[in-house]
């Protein structure tokens, strides 16, 4: 499939008058779209909703318009419980909070927030206890371990991953909570990280339904929900063949129907976590390019670096890139497109076909609506960008303004500065 930017070359040019480069622009009618087609893919389900992973794009305005298509969110820290909060989210239903390690002031936090919370283990029961007490409605972590293989090549190794709970402890909890006068319980589990296949939520959701019936058979507890978390993924590269959202909806449906409903369990509402789903194609980062060099390859350097975008340096992530105005230029350049870090991991692309790049010329990189900005740090004194939210009306405006060197010294004490 041909990636295509959702801003024109235009509409850019008029952008960057007033708000320079770097920054990453998000696309609000894409977001609101994806936000609605998920909800329809699992209208069939009563209690559906989307809790978005606030750790993928931790920005209020975007929360703002999921919100408004009816997604909660899904907090693991202090601070996403906070914005949540801030953000009009605390009404008893729309903050679930799958934390790990999780500090006692976020369980209190959690508890007061009226979020759901979903305990990673089994040590948590004593701990959340002693920290705001046992609510009525809790959700447990599951962690079947082993290795996760969808007979594709989406795999992954549950068996080696900190999260969750054995199938033994999922039974040893519920009891628990259940003598705890827990009521209405949860199970969550999150076994794969961007998967694009259609195939991931439908053979997920076999584990958990099975399970949720073997919970429900041999301990009588009433099971309210069960949270797919996140894991549907998005196709980083031109070649991969997007996820159909209402062919995974109906995947979850024909498990639902054959596993929970004849189990007498056809009241179960389902959860999703997602993040990259929802906004990953949304954003663009935006750069332009300020140097070339010849060297031993061929390098451009543009006003940006992996503090704005660390999954090429992190994971070796492919980010697409489309060079502005050069869109049906022959890719006869061979580059690495680079950002100024002192680390030789700072490249957004390793010897990357492209049109023939020119100084000042405006690269889109694709995908980096989620796990982008909110991935950013400060390495080498370098600054976080601003974000911009491109409107259904086609205006832009600014919906964080870029750190300043002030910003960077704020937190230094004991020194006149
Ligand atoms: C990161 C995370 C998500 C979101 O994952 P995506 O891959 O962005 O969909 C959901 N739930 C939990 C607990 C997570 O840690």
Redesign the pocket.
């Known amino acids: 499939m041909v990636k295509t930017p959702f801003v024109t070359k235009e509409q850019l040019d008029e952008i960057v008058k007033t708000y320079p480069t770097p920054f990453h622009l998000y696309d609000e009618k894409g977001i609101r779209q994806t936000a609605r087609d998920l909800k329809e893919a699992f209208s069939w389900n009563e209690g559906f909703r989307e809790y978005f ?1 606030v ?2 794009t931790p920005t209020p305005a975007i929360l703002k318009i999921l919100k408004e298509e009816g997604c909660g969110v ?1 907090c ?1 820290s202090l601070t996403e419980l906070i914005m949540s909060e801030r953000c009009g989210f605390a009404d008893g239903d729309s903050i ?1 909070f ?3 390690e999780t500090p006692e002031e976020e369980f209190i936090l959690a508890d007061k927030l009226g979020a759901y919370i ?1 305990l990673d283990d089994i040590t948590h029961i004593d701990f959340l206890k002693e920290a705001c007490g046992i609510p009525e409605r809790i959700c447990c ?1 599951y962690n079947p371990g082993g290795f996760f293989n969808l007979g594709t090549d989406i795999m992954d190794n549950p068996g080696d991953a900190k ?1 969750g709970m054995t199938k033994a402890q999922m039974f040893e909890a519920f009891k628990r909570l259940k003598k705890e006068g827990v009521k209405e319980f949860g199970i ?1 589990s ?1 076994l794969a ?2 998967t694009v296949s259609n195939e991931y939520y439908p053979v997920l959701a076999s584990i958990l339904f099975n399970l949720a019936v073997e919970l429900h058979e041999n301990l009588d507890v009433h099971i309210d929900f069960i949270n797919l ?5 998005i196709p980083y590269r031109p070649d991969q063949e997007p996820n159909d959202i209402f062919a995974i909806g109906k995947g979850v449906q024909e498990a639902y129907e054959k596993i929970l409903v004849p189990a007498g369990m056809g009241d179960v509402k389902l959860k999703t ?6 906004t ?1 194609p949304h954003g663009h980062l935006v750069v332009k390019a300020i140097h070339e060099k010849h060297i031993y390859k061929e390098y451009i350097g543009v006003d940006a670096c992996a503090v704005n975008l660390m999954r090429p340096a992190m994971y070796g992530a492919y980010h697409h890139i489309t060079v502005m105005g050069k869109e049906n230029a022959p890719c006869d350049h061979v580059y690495d497109v680079v950002g100024s870090l002192c680390e030789n991991n700072d490249k957004f692309a390793i010897d990357r076909k492209l049109p023939k790049i020119d100084i000042g010329d405006l690269l889109v990189i694709h995908d980096t609506g ?2 982008g900005f909110a991935m950013g740090y400060n390495y080498n004194g370098k600054l976080k960008s601003a974000e911009l939210l491109l409107q259904e009306d086609g205006g832009c405006r600014m919906i964080r303004r870029p750190e300043t060197v002030e910003d960077y010294f704020a937190t230094v004490e004991g020194f006149d500065f």
């Open positions: 992973a750790k993928a899904d693991s679930m799958s934390s790990n979903n972590r999260y969550h999150f990280s961007n978390s996140g894991g549907v993924g976590e997602l993040g990259r789903f929802m990953g989620a796990h």
